[in-house]
């Protein structure tokens, strides 16, 4: 009897990992494998509720197995899977989205965010997003989601939906938390720092964590320094640039910089070479441990092949709990 504390989460194949996604949500998915029983999936079938190339969405699903095994993730410590080659997540998500009620989805604030950004390509997919995510968690009576603070509203709703299944149909489902870190939980933006680095909001805004050093060197030195509110407010540019230091770079040099900060004797540039350098030592490894699985695709595909028996099995053996719970399906006593 495995008496691990269950986790899942989650990641789109929408292009390359950034520093939001690993710092926010993927640093803690390496650290819980050691201690959780986990899964982790890229969910392919949330990246086609916005517009998508085919041909890129199957390499970008590619990229992203290889970056994550990259950054540590342990194929005999976690299953790592792709979503839709587990049709358990799609057929849960019929299931909970026929006892969510449509005002539960409309007011997700990503739904309405998403739903301005491409007025065009509305359709189901996006707005029952949050229900395929809820599935995806449940499908593995998942308890932990370890996330960055943009997905704090779907896990919300994935708890509502969880109370209500069990009411009506009695306990089948534990109700997941966030597990979040405060410093790491919102990486902003490189350019418009009051936003939170994304991919949507162009190349310079967000560091890819496969940036080669003179990329990395570039973008940091074109991050927005802006001035606070007011003057003696750190703006949030700077702010960021600090917590980036602080997480990447050795105690001595933040705590030098921070001072100069604080006497009025910071030189940008200097703050902006040290957090560069320090982001380039500190993705040295993944940088390494990427071009080695690039050049041995075999251990991408016995990841997946480990990840894929572990989770398959879990995910039937709730969905049968589930059908049975909601009496759809013959009943085979008759
Ligand atoms: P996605 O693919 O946008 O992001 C993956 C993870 O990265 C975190 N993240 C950030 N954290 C801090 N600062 C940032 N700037 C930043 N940008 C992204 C996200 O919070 C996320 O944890 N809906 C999810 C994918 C998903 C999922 C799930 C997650 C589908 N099913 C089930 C958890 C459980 C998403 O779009 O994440």
């Known amino acids: 009897m495995n008496s691990k504390i269950r986790v899942f989460s989650g990641l789109r194949p929408t292009g390359r990992m950034h520093l939001g996604n690993y710092l926010g949500a993927i640093m803690n998915w390496v650290k819980m494998q050691e201690t959780h029983d986990c899964i982790y999936s890229v969910v392919d079938y949330h990246a086609i509720t916005t517009p998508f190339k085919p041909e890129e969405l199957r390499r970008d699903t590619r990229d992203m197995l290889v970056d994550l095994l990259a950054t540590g993730l342990d194929p005999e410590k976690c299953a790592l899977v792709v979503q839709s080659e587990l049709p358990q997540h799609t057929e849960l998500a019929w299931i909970l989205g026929s006892i969510t009620p449509l005002g539960w ?83 902003m933006s490189l350019k418009e720092p009051e936003k939170k680095m994304s991919k949507s909001l162009g190349e310079d805004s967000y560091i890819g964590i496969g940036d080669d050093p003179e990329t990395i060197h570039a973008k940091i030195k074109r991050a927005v320094t802006d001035m606070g509110p007011d003057s003696t407010a750190m703006g949030p540019g700077v702010a960021n640039l600090f917590n980036l230091l602080q997480i990447f770079g050795q105690e001595a040099d933040y705590l030098t910089l921070y001072e100069d900060y604080e006497t009025g004797s910071l030189r940008y ?66």
């Open 269 to 334: 540039v200097d703050l902006k070479t040290v957090t560069a350098d320090a982001i380039i030592e500190g993705l040295r490894p993944i940088r390494e441990k990427r071009k080695e699985i690039k050049s041995n695709p075999e251990i991408l595909e016995n990841a997946l092949q480990l990840g894929h028996e572990k989770a398959s099995a879990m995910a039937t053996k709730t969905l049968s709990r589930v059908k049975e719970r909601i009496g759809v399906g013959r009943d085979v006593n008759i």
């Open 105 to 187: 989805l409309e007011r997700v604030p990503t739904y309405k965010e998403k739903a301005s950004m491409h007025p065009d390509y509305l359709n189901l997919g996006l707005l029952s997003y949050p229900v395929l995510m809820a599935s995806d968690i449940l499908v593995y009576r998942a308890e932990a989601v370890p996330v960055g603070e943009d997905q704090l509203p779907h896990l919300e709703l994935t708890r509502e939906i969880v109370r209500r299944f069990n009411h009506w149909f009695g306990d089948t489902f534990p109700e997941p938390e966030a597990i979040m870190k405060k410093e790491t939980a919102r990486i």
